[in-house]
């Protein structure tokens, strides 16, 4: 359905008439706490109606401003709930800025249906698929750098390309993602550390996730791999895997529930659970092991792009398979833990940029076969990527 668009003055002036300047002279009379109660009078009238107006700017518009929005939302609002047509408040792109709302019908919803919500325009997701086949590149590379010399100390380089596809499986609520990639890591040690100086890892990355309904949602990745030296293919097949069950419980608060598997050497299936909560538009905590991230959003133009901020931790490391300095095949496994900060800009179709840093630490290398383990030293990362 074709949106309508109409400013703020507009709206007011057809669905208030000249009771507008009664209205603004009334209002500027007023008291700020009497105002404010009258806006809460209207917004619990409005939730009545089933129209969400907790993301009405409350740091960016006066208390005229939004109680005169809700005067003229209330009509619209009984109006778009008899057509089951939900109503959306648009700003400008610079929203940021203060400028006039407007007011856009919309369809929500997975299905193009859904209860109405009062949100901005600047509130709208960022579209990160694009509605083709190609759904981009990414390039990415970092560097970790040893903070002792603990086992003579080890540096850690990578390099990373992937290409994204998408497949709808029946619907666009159903799309199978498709990401071919190929990674390297260079190894800069002392030679007392039996370890290939350069580590490869290529496969496939398999992504599903599918809206069974509203509140419901599953997602599914599957990543099979090579990963070694090159220079052998025993145990060089690695696969990655995550299920998780999705429930919206409110439209701030998702929890999930599944389980992960690594594919390394030193880690079971391990569980995969948490929550999702965003308290309001600018804020979002990801408590899901194992990588949980709290996210502030800095900027947004609208449905375009956007800015975070974030902080966060994950588990570092991975298997490969190599060959030993005698001959013999073992599988080779490099793990830490890490505490990152960073800040991520998303944009339209799938594009954008990253750029973390942080600490690593409870690093080891160790040796499936032969049951070597060697410690070592902490140390500090960058990484980066740019998806085009």
Do not use: C
């Amino acid at each position: 359905m074709a949106m309508r668009r109409e400013p703020l003055a507009f709206l007011l002036d057809s669905n208030l008439g000249g009771r507008v300047s009664s209205l603004q002279g009334v209002l500027h009379g007023m008291s700020n706490q009497n105002a404010r109660h009258t806006e809460h009078s209207f917004s619990d009238t409005l939730s009545v109606e089933g129209i969400r107006t907790d993301m009405l700017p409350r740091n960016r518009l006066s208390v005229t401003v939004r109680l005169m929005t809700l005067v003229a939302l209330l009509p619209l609002a009984r109006q778009a709930k008899a057509n089951e047509v939900p109503l959306l408040i648009e700003s400008s792109p610079q929203t940021d800025h203060g400028s006039e709302p407007s007011i856009v019908f919309q369809h929500n919803g997975p299905h193009g249906q859904g209860p109405p919500q009062v949100i901005l325009a600047d509130e709208i997701p960022v579209d990160r698929f694009r509605k083709s086949f190609y759904q981009g590149a990414d390039l990415n590379g970092g560097y970790l750098g040893d903070t002792g010399n603990q086992a003579g100390g080890l540096n850690l380089t990578y390099q990373e390309a992937r290409a994204s596809f998408g497949i709808p499986l029946g619907s666009l609520d159903n799309i199978l993602a498709i990401s071919p990639y190929f990674r390297v890591d260079q190894l800069d040690g002392p030679e007392t550390i039996d370890a290939s100086e350069t580590l490869y890892d290529t496969g496939v990355t398999l992504l599903n996730r599918k809206e069974w309904s509203d509140r419901f949602s599953h997602t599914l990745i599957l990543t099979p791999s090579v990963r070694s030296d090159f220079r052998t293919s025993e145990n060089a097949f690695r696969l990655f895997g995550l299920a998780l069950w999705n429930w919206q419980k409110r439209p701030d608060l998702s929890l999930s529930l599944g389980v992960v598997y690594l594919g390394r050497s030193d880690l079971p299936p391990l569980p995969a659970f948490g929550f999702s909560w965003t308290p309001t538009p600018r804020w979002r905590l990801d408590a899901i092991l194992p990588r949980p991230r709290l996210s502030h959003r800095l900027w947004k133009d609208a449905g375009n792009a956007e800015g975070w901020a974030y902080v966060g931790g994950t588990l570092g490391g991975n298997t490969w398979a190599v060959r030993r300095d005698d001959g013999s095949d073992d599988e080779l496994t490099i793990s830490d833990l890490r505490f990152l900060f960073g800040y991520e800009e998303i944009r339209r179709g799938n594009r954008g940029v990253f750029a973390e840093a942080g600490y690593s630490f409870n690093r080891s290398i160790e040796y499936e076969v032969s049951e070597d383990e060697i410690d070592l030293s902490d140390g500090l990362f960058i990484q980066a990527g740019w998806k085009f």
